[in-house]
T-cell receptor, first 113, second 116 residues
């Protein structure tokens, strides 16, 4: 399975943007890039996903490198509620193994008021 | 609408006891997943159902772990003869389809199991 590498933690000030990097140098052509986050004492929740093109939704933006070996999750204006562990996950769209989520250690985001 | 619910939210068991953890998925969701999350770690996959069929149980750590979904809706994760290393948060997730690597999984709040 292709693996992802993320920094252990990042700090941000409230109302400033947060850029969360993820390296996935062994990504295959059939892998989607997914992001989930887990707020304290809650189950993970979906944030965004993409394949090749950059993606935007109400929660965040996903910037995917042209060679797809890295991606960046962008929170445009961090709020205290965005303090969570953010997981970058690859999911194969063809193989059955892509049905499940394979979490790594994630990045713990601390938002300072 | 109602999300994924799990019960109990907290369970304390003595070593050697059997426990049963329940998951109620979102209505109409075909696929159901169980994950185990140890303290300070990311969740790890245990098993996966599509309707009532258990398609993948490769993540179950031992034969003491058993999961079922007899009518394709509610699922139960059973752990027999609990050990201290079984202490973790058990998360359930459901998704509309479950295939293709792109559908969203919706997670419940988890059951925190503590084995003394």
């Amino acid at each position: 399975d292709a693996k992802t590498t993320q920094p252990n933690s990042m700090e941000s000030n409230e109302e400033e943007p947060v850029h969360l990097p993820c390296n996935h140098s062994t990504i295959s052509g059939t892998d989607y890039i997914h992001w989930y986050r887990q707020l304290p004492s809650q189950g993970p929740e979906y944030v965004i996903h993409g394949l090749t093109s950059n993606v935007n939704n109400r929660m965040a933006s996903l910037a995917i490198a042209e060679d797809r070996k890295s991606s960046t999750l962008i929170l445009h204006r961090a709020t205290l509620r965005d303090a969570a562990v953010y997981y970058c996950i690859l999911r194969d769209r063809v193989k059955a193994a892509g049905n499940k989520l394979t979490f790594g250690g994630g990045t713990r985001v601390l938002v300072k008021p | 609408g109602a999300g994924v619910s799990q019960s109990p939210r907290y369970k304390v068991a003595k070593r050697g006891q059997d426990v049963a953890l329940r998951c109620d998925p979102i209505s109409g969701h075909v696929s159901l997943f169980w994950y185990q999350q140890a303290l300070g770690q990311g969740p790890e996959f245990l098993t996966y159902f599509q309707n009532e069929a258990q398609l993948d149980k490769s993540g179950l750590p031992s034969d003491r772990f058993f999961a079922e979904r007899p009518e394709g809706s509610v699922s139960t994760l059973k752990i027999q003869r609990t050990q201290q290393e079984d202490s973790a948060v058990y998360l359930c997730a459901s998704s509309l389809v479950g295939q293709g690597g792109r559908d969203t999984q919706y997670f419940g709040p988890g059951t925190r199991l503590t084995v003394l």
